[in-house]
Nanobody
Framework: QVQLVESGGGLVQAGGSLRLSCEAS????????MAWFRQAPGKEREFAAG????????YYTDSVKGRFTVSRDNAKNTVYLQMDSLKPEDTAVYYC???????????????????WGKGTLVTVSS
């Protein structure tokens, strides 16, 4: 069983930066591909970014490409989401998720993700 705990959310002005962290329990973290999803107020949850178990492959939704960077440190059982040039439309609860199937991460298949965190709120003011 893998438990995921997100941190690093908060209030930031437009144009600013935040780094989210997702720490996983358990010794099997480096088997999992990881993803970040986000849910804006009144909207459905959507895929934001993903990373393979080795960190060698990353995926991004178009709206965050060039601004967000996903990375991981398997020695620390942690995946990160560096968010730069933040916009008010990035305001959302951000969730990390883990899955053994890289295809689920690549295509953002929420219903098939194996494990979820509880989320961390990011608010970007204009």
């Amino acid at each position: 069983q893998v438990q995921l705990v997100e941190s690093g959310g908060g209030l930031v002005q437009a144009g600013g930066s935040l780094r989210l962290s997702c720490e996983a329990s358990g010794r099997t973290f480096n088997r999992y591909h990881m993803a970040w999803f986000r849910q804006a107020p009144g909207k459905e949850r959507e895929f934001a970014a993903g990373i393979s178990w080795s960190g060698g492959i990353t995926y991004y939704t178009d709206s965050v490409k060039g601004r967000f960077t996903v990375s991981r440190d398997n020695a620390k059982n942690t995946v990160y989401l560096q968010m730069d040039s933040l916009k008010p439309e990035d305001t959302a609860v951000y969730y990390c998720a883990a899955d053994l199937d890289i295809g689920d991460v690549r295509f953002g298949r929420q219903s098939r993700m194996d494990h979820w965190g509880k989320g961390t709120l990011v608010t970007v003011s204009s």
